[in-house]
């Protein structure tokens, strides 16, 4: 079935580094791809997405990249902040069905 | 503020018991969605809903049921708890089904014993 795989499970950085995110899905037909953060005590929150027909999308300090060839999309956190300490959730889904699929999660931990 | 809400936000509840958590949402989405997170495991889907009326099995229904009978309302019951329901649930709900923003609730933590 529908697989998303998400590496790393824990990344730790120091303030102002950047940090990278890793995703890999299976099914070909997936065509959007959001990511979302989850503070602790909270549901998540999408914080950047990007479509099947665009390569990169930014919004200030973060970046998402897709590679459909591969099934890669990564999550790029540039200048990174004690703020950035989060779970981050990648996520695959398919136009005309109701499936999301999400990886396991990244404990990202941004050291001042 | 518009948004999702859940309830109870965490119920300690003993096997066999019934149960049910609730979510409405008031931003007039048609999908909504129950996901249970567990550790290492990340969001799994155990039910959806694309609109009023209608619901879908998602990765992990079994021993879960959920109703629509409005738009606002999906609440998700647990007939006769296990252990292994322990899990924070999360209520969702998407004005695009698949392709649009999900909005989640703060989550509802349910320990089985």
């Known amino acids: 079935g529908e697989n998303v795989e998400q590496h790393p499970s824990t990344l730790s950085v120091q303030e102002g580094d950047s940090a990278v995110i890793k995703c890999t899905y299976s099914d070909s037909a997936s065509n959007y791809f959001p990511w979302y953060k989850q503070e602790l005590g909270k549901g998540p929150q999408l914080i950047i997405d990007?479509?099947?027909?665009?390569g990169e999308k930014k919004d200030q300090r973060i970046a998402v990249t897709l590679n459909k060839t591969a099934k890669h999309f990564s999550l790029h956190i540039t200048e990174t902040q004690p703020e950035d300490s989060a779970v981050y959730f990648c996520a695959a889904s398919i136009k005309g069905t109701y499936k999301y699929i999400f990886g396991t999660g990244t404990r990202l931990k941004v050291l001042a | 503020i518009a948004g999702i809400t859940q309830a109870p936000t965490s119920q300690i509840l003993a096997a066999g018991r019934r149960m049910t958590l609730r979510c409405t949402q008031d931003m007039r989405h048609n999908a909504m969605y129950w996901y249970r997170q567990d550790l290492g495991l990340g969001l799994r889907l155990i039910h959806y809903?694309?609109?009023?009326?209608?619901?879908g099995k998602g990765e992990v229904p079994d021993g879960y049921s959920v109703s629509r009978a409005n738009t606002d309302d999906f609440p998700l019951t647990l007939a006769s708890a296990v252990p292994s329901q322990t899990s924070v649930y999360f209520c969702a709900s998407s004005g695009q089904a698949s392709t649009g923003e999900l909005f989640f609730g703060e989550g509802s933590r349910l320990t089985v014993l």
């Open positions: 809903s694309n609109t009023a009326g209608t619901t």
């Open positions: 990007i479509r099947s027909n665009v």
